[in-house]
């Protein structure tokens, strides 16, 4: 959401500016002769203009995206600081610069003095985007009862909607959904928006006719036709979400998910051929899911596609090592047969590295990546053997501390946070010129100043986030790590922050590394599952699900996802005994309401 809140706010904020500054006639220049006496009602007219041509200069620069410039510029008007106009300006320029909170306080501030719609829209975006539901869904429908422009009240209707839909009022927002596309039949939004309730509430019967209009005009927008399959899947008209994922896939060849869940769709039907191809496809783009490409190993051997076997197991267990004692059917054996009998020398070379890396013998593996290095140019085995190469440092070195795929992330972060350094010295040196300080400002310099404590890299990412600066949290949350590799809150907060932006396949790596972290988080370990649920892994999301209850008999969300498996397969006994357990344990009020939604969800079919 951070992604377009700014432009949305800014299109409608400047489109507003005319009518928030009414400029009357000016009246005739009086001759030299004549002696002017100044009047109130001229004085006032004065400070309109000046505050007109405040507006129109602050927002050209505001329009150019140069935010710290921006500032720079209203602080020449910092005489008209008390006025809502400059308020506003100065709202807009904080949510540019993604300093939530100032922003928020400085739109309130301007509504106390001037009760103008656009600023409400913007206080509203503001909330919506902090996570402040509730207010912002209070506000967009006190908007939503004023007389707007179309395309002004086709954004506050989408934002009654979404806040709906957060919110748990999933008949509200399929309404509005529908009828800003009644009137919208090109609204994107409103479409994923359907997708989305239609998922929640498991009733796709209007689906086929939402999509008359909305595959005219999207049949060929991957986000539209992705989410669309999704739905299929999850409501298990696999037919439909083979064709859509199809689609995807030809729309955006290098997005590795649509590969993923056609490997599903296919290995259910016992295509399992298909399957393993569409696996390719995905192995050649994203190789990140240990879990799966576990299964599609086997999958793989037992089509005879041994090299492509070899490529899925070494992946899959240097993701996560743990899996070399799980049952592999034989597999490990069968690639070792093949490479010894039939392999490439590239494949000679990787597996020697590889067979001696996992049966412990580091020396040995240290001595074979040297030669291999020198032999192997495919990338995906030299991907592999970076892996291994940073899990022998880790092994025998501990000055060793990076390997070359941490260096290069380490390089990434490090010029994240020199950006972050030079926006907040750039962003202190107006506030000094306006007389405005930023308490987020300050903890983030305390904690770039401290980046070996990795209690405050997290505080400080915590209080990002609730204040809506995804990215700025994301870079503090990766410096806790740095800082205290076995914390898993970190890597359980960059999981959610990576669902919440549609990212799932790197939200599931995150929480991966999370339970390996901290085997004992029973939260890390149900968030895990219900990804894993939700994305069609049932049979890994149960079993993890399980080892989130061993730990913690009370954890509800490990609860749903035992009960909507249970749903699935159409027990619904079982899943009813679930959701009872977990209304019984949890104490949230709230999650106690949701518990109960789903309880008559499964009741009622």
């Known amino acids: 959401m951070n992604k377009i809140v700014i432009p949305l706010i800014l299109v409608i904020f400047l489109a507003g500016v005319m009518f928030i500054f009414m400029i009357p006639k000016r009246p005739a220049k009086p001759t030299k002769t004549t002696p002017v006496k100044i009047t109130p009602a001229e004085t006032k ?31 020449t008007y910092k005489k008209y600081d008390k006025s809502p106009e400059f308020m506003a300006l100065e709202g807009l320029i904080y949510a540019g610069m993604k300093n939530f909170q100032m922003a928020r306080l400085s739109f309130e501030n301007s509504l106390k003095l001037k009760n103008d719609p656009v600023i409400l829209y913007s206080l509203a975006r503001i909330l919506d985007t902090t996570g402040d539901i509730e207010n912002a869904n209070r506000l967009y429908y006190e908007l939503a009862k004023i007389p707007l422009p179309p395309t002004t009240m086709k954004n506050v209707r989408m934002g009654c909607a979404n806040t709906d839909l957060q919110l748990g009022k999933t008949e509200n927002a399929e309404k509005i959904f529908l009828k800003v596309l009644s009137e919208h039949a090109d609204c994107l939004e409103a479409y994923l ?9 498991g009733n796709v019967r209007k689906l086929s006719e939402i999509r008359i209009d ?80 576990f299964q599609a190993a086997i999958d793989a051997r037992n089509e005879k596609k041994m090299s492509t076997a070899m490529k899925f197991y070494s992946s899959s267990t240097l993701r996560d090592l743990s899996l070399l004692g799980k049952d592999d059917e034989g597999t490990f054996k069968d690639i070792e047969k093949f490479v010894s009998t039939s392999g490439s020398a590239e494949e000679k070379a990787y597996f020697e590295v590889f067979n001696l890396f996992v049966n412990g013998d580091v020396e040995g593996a240290k001595k074979s990546l040297i030669t291999a290095k020198n032999i192997i140019n495919a990338a995906n085995f030299k991907e592999d053997l970076d892996k291994i190469e940073y899990e022998l440092y880790k092994k025998t070195a501990k000055e060793e501390q990076y390997n070359s795929y941490q260096s290069e992330q380490k390089k990434i972060q490090e010029n994240a946070l020199g950006r972050l350094k030079a926006m907040i010295l750039a962003r202190k040196a107006v506030a000094g010129d306006i007389g405005k300080t930023d308490k987020l400002d300050e903890l983030k310099t305390k904690a770039l ?13 915590l209080e990002l986030a609730k204040a809506g600066d995804r990215e700025g949290a994301k870079i503090f949350f990766r410096q806790a790590i740095v800082a205290n590799p076995a914390s898993y809150e970190p890597y359980y907060s960059l999981g959610k922050i990576a669902k919440s932006e549609g990212n799932i ?101």
Request: charge should be neutral; glycine fraction near 4%; charged fraction near 25%.
């Open 505 to 605: 396949v790197e939200a599931i790596s995150h929480l991966e590394q999370a339970v390996k972290t901290t085997p004992q988080s029973s939260q890390a370990h149900s968030y895990l599952a219900s990804l894993l649920l939700e994305n069609g892994y049932s049979d890994i999301a149960v079993s993890t699900a399980e080892k989130a209850l061993s730990v913690n008999p009370g954890n509800s969300e490990a609860r749903v996802v035992i009960a909507r498996m249970h749903f699935q397969k159409g027990d619904k006994e079982q899943a009813l005994k679930q959701v009872n357990l977990a209304l019984k344990f949890d104490t949230d009020p709230e999650r106690k309401a949701e518990l109960e939604n789903l309880k008559k969800q499964f009741s009622a079919k």
């Open 214 to 293: 909305g595959d005219i005009n999207f049949s060929r927008n991957f986000e539209y036709v992705f989410n669309l399959g999704k739905l299929y899947y999850n409501s298990g008209n696999m037919l439909e979400a083979k064709q859509c994922f199809s689609d995807a896939a030809s729309i955006n060849p290098e997005n590795s998910t649509p590969y993923y869940y056609l490997y599903r769709i296919l290995r259910q039907s016992k295509q399992i051929p298909e399957a393993v191809k569409e696996m390719e496809k995905f192995h050649a783009r994203n190789s990140i899911l240990p879990y799966i490409l």
């Open 449 to 461: 100043n401290n980046p070996n404590d990795d209690k405050l890299q997290y505080e400080t990412a």
């Open 45 to 75: 007219l004065s400070e309109d203009s000046h505050l007109t041509k405040m507006s129109k200069k602050v927002s050209a620069v505001i329009e150019s995206g140069d935010y710290v410039a921006a500032m720079k510029e209203l602080s």
């Open 193 to 201: 928006g359907l997708f989305s309730t239609m998922q929640i509430t």
